[in-house]
């Protein structure tokens, strides 16, 4: 690991890594954000559905 080190520090590339990293990172970070905001979100639709189902059921079954 430490030659890839000095190779880094050597070509003056670490701006780059540094960068790339907090690039990958950001990424990372948007992609579990939204994947808990649709955890969050898929019971809320399910529950909406199931109203749904419901009230219509109840026109059918209250119209007959």
Known sequence: MLPAIL???ANN???CKNTR??????VDYTARQKKKK?????PQIIQA???GV????????GSL
């Open 49 to 51: 559905i199931y109203f």
């Open 38 to 42: 649709m955890k969050a979100l898929i």
């Open 54 to 61: 419901l009230s219509i059921l109840k026109r059918f079954i």
């Open 7 to 9: 190779f880094v520090k």
């Open 13 to 15: 590339e670490e701006s």
């Open 21 to 26: 990293f907090k690039r990958l990172a950001l």
